[in-house]
């Protein structure tokens, strides 16, 4: 499955190439980075990346459609992506995704096993996280208390929560449980003044990005309020309380 560069000659499609990627990442980490700054682009249905030597420091993503992979190549050729410069152009082959959707799809036995084995664990992973209400979404039915500022006052007022003023650190909320400091870097890194993101272990989906003053963690704030890290995260950015 290995491309080579001649770029042009390819025609434009849904699925891009990527290669030049940092070998020394680890498999699940980068292709959840790609998807966390891809997705800017549009909606990603597939990302593939291999273990193989063949196959190091390359990947394909694949897009719902030709519009979204053609966004990704023109704005994101040569992003330093954990400090290598990425190399983007038209996939040659079409991937499964595509196949299986236009019907030109031919299964190849070892990886449907593979693919189900992955989907039964992630099936019976969901089942248990929505069985230890993990999902705030759900808390409700759980029995969860509403938080202090939910609960009205006798005359049927709620409670506001002052937003913090304007400062140089964000508060991020949403984030997907699996989101790591440097997915959250390398989308952060892209605005002037970025200084650090601080990820709290025990607090799975928030995080503190720090930027050297408020203007600038103004800016990353109003780019980056309501990004889709997956389908169902977006981004929720105010100031942190200091």
């Given at each position: 499955?290995?491309?080579n560069?001649?770029?042009?000659?390819?025609?434009?499609?849904?699925?891009?190439?990527?290669n030049?990627?940092?070998?020394?990442i680890?498999l699940?980490?980068?292709?959840?980075?790609?998807?966390?700054?891809f997705?800017?682009f549009?909606k990603i249905l597939?990302v593939?990346?291999f273990?193989?030597?063949?196959h190091k420091?390359?990947?394909?993503l694949v897009?719902?459609?030709?519009?979204?992979?053609?966004?990704?190549?023109?704005q994101?050729?040569?992003?330093?992506?954990?400090?290598?410069?990425?190399?983007?152009?038209?996939?040659?082959t079409?991937?499964?995704?595509?196949?299986?959707?236009?019907?030109?799809?031919?299964?190849?036995?070892?990886?449907?096993?593979?693919e189900?084995k992955g989907?039964?664990r992630k099936?019976?992973h969901?089942?248990?996280?929505a069985?230890?209400?993990v999902?705030p979404a759900y808390?409700?039915?759980y029995g969860?208390?509403?938080p202090?500022?939910?609960?009205?006052?006798?005359?049927g007022?709620?409670l506001?929560?002052?937003?913090?003023?304007?400062n140089?650190?964000l508060?991020?909320q949403n984030?997907p449980?699996?989101?790591t400091?440097?997915?959250l870097?390398?989308?952060?890194c892209?605005y002037?003044?970025?200084k650090?993101?601080?990820?709290?272990?025990?607090k799975p989906?928030i995080?503190?990005?720090?930027?050297?003053d408020e203007?600038?963690?103004?800016?990353?704030?109003?780019?980056?309020q309501?990004?889709?890290?997956?389908?169902?995260?977006?981004?929720?950015?105010?100031y942190?309380?200091?």
């Amino acid at each position: 499955m290995g491309e080579n560069n001649s770029g042009s000659e390819v025609p434009a499609n849904q699925t891009i190439y990527i290669n030049n990627l940092n070998e020394k990442i680890k498999l699940d980490e980068l292709k959840k980075s790609l998807l966390a700054v891809f997705s800017q682009f549009g909606k990603i249905l597939d990302v593939l990346a291999f273990k193989t030597l063949k196959h190091k420091g390359q990947a394909w993503l694949v897009f719902e459609d030709v519009s979204s992979a053609t966004k990704a190549i023109q704005q994101m050729q040569g992003f330093p992506f954990y400090d290598k410069p990425m190399r983007i152009q038209y996939a040659k082959t079409k991937s499964d995704v595509i196949a299986k959707a236009d019907g030109t799809f031919v299964a190849r036995e070892r990886r449907k096993r593979h693919e189900d084995k992955g989907k039964k664990r992630k099936e019976q992973h969901d089942a248990s996280q929505a069985g230890m209400g993990v999902n705030p979404a759900y808390a409700g039915a759980y029995g969860a208390a509403p938080p202090l500022s939910q609960i009205p006052y006798p005359g049927g007022v709620k409670l506001p929560e002052a937003p913090a003023p304007p400062n140089n650190i964000l508060f991020v909320q949403n984030l997907p449980q699996d989101t790591t400091p440097m997915m959250l870097q390398m989308l952060f890194c892209q605005y002037p003044g970025f200084k650090e993101v601080r990820m709290v272990e025990t607090k799975p989906g928030i995080a503190f990005v720090e930027f050297g003053d408020e203007m600038q963690s103004t800016v990353a704030m109003q780019a980056l309020q309501g990004f889709k890290m997956t389908p169902q995260n977006s981004m929720l950015i105010t100031y942190a309380k200091k």
